[in-house]
């Protein structure tokens, strides 16, 4: 069994056109097909991003803007053979 993920678009005809390339011909197979809508606000809550996050803190910093001090010197090392 081999698993493919596609991210694909639907057309205004309401029909999802799919191609794959497989090292087979000639044989009879069995596919799945999951429908799964992509969203992007339910994509960033998968990834732990609480709802309305980001509406609420884009422009958080835009009156005292967060500012880089001089980093120092760094270290300088031996080269390794």
Same mark, same amino acid.
């Given at each position: 069994?081999?698993?493919?993920?596609? +991210?694909? +678009?639907?057309?205004?005809?309401?029909?999802?056109?799919?191609?794959?390339?497989?090292?087979?011909?000639?044989?009879?197979?069995?596919?799945?097909?999951?429908?799964?809508? +992509?969203?992007?606000?339910?994509?960033?809550?998968?990834?732990?991003?609480?709802?309305?996050?980001?509406?609420?803190?884009?422009?958080?910093?835009?009156?005292?803007?967060?500012?880089?001090?001089?980093?120092?010197?760094?270290?300088?090392?031996?080269?390794?053979?």
């Amino acid at each position: 069994m081999q698993s493919i993920e596609v +991210h694909a +678009h639907v057309g205004a005809d309401g029909l999802l056109k799919l191609e794959l390339a497989t090292n087979l011909a000639n044989t009879e197979l069995e596919v799945l097909v999951v429908i799964q809508p +992509h969203n992007s606000l339910e994509a960033s809550e998968n990834l732990g991003w609480p709802a309305g996050f980001f509406e609420q803190t884009y422009g958080m910093f835009r009156d005292n803007p967060l500012e880089r001090l001089p980093q120092g010197e760094y270290e300088i090392r031996e080269e390794l053979p």
